[in-house]
């Protein structure tokens, strides 16, 4: 079974940046695509970014196309989610997801 634990969440001023992190244990944890969602305060979950198992894919939100970059590093079993020119409307829990299994949250506040 697959574990996975995000960290690097934090308060941050509007145009501000931060780098999440995802870590994955359990077997064959790199052959996977993973992606990141949040869910902001009395809204549904909803998808942020996706990466292929190789990392030639990658998918984004059009809320976060050209501000948000989603990268892996296999050898660490780790995926990155790279979140530059932050706006108050980013604020949410994000959470990692891989297949039915997703990580306990992290929380991102961004200040106007």
């Known amino acids: 079974q697959v574990q996975l634990v995000e960290s690097g969440g934090g308060l941050v001023q509007a145009g501000g940046s931060l780098r999440l992190s995802c870590a994955a244990s359990?077997?064959?944890?790199?052959?996977?695509?993973m992606g990141w969602f949040r869910q902001a305060p009395g809204k549904e979950r909803e998808f942020v970014a996706s990466i292929s198992w190789s990392g030639s894919t990658t998918s984004y939100a059009d809320s976060v196309k050209g501000r948000f970059t989603i990268s892996r590093d296999n050898a660490k079993n780790t995926v990155y989610l790279q979140m530059d020119s932050l706006r108050p409307e980013d604020t949410a829990i994000y959470y990692c997801?891989?297949?039915?299994?997703w990580g306990q949250g992290t929380q991102v506040t961004v200040s106007s």
């Open positions: 997801k891989r297949g039915s299994c």
């Open positions: 359990g077997r064959n944890s790199n052959f996977y695509g």
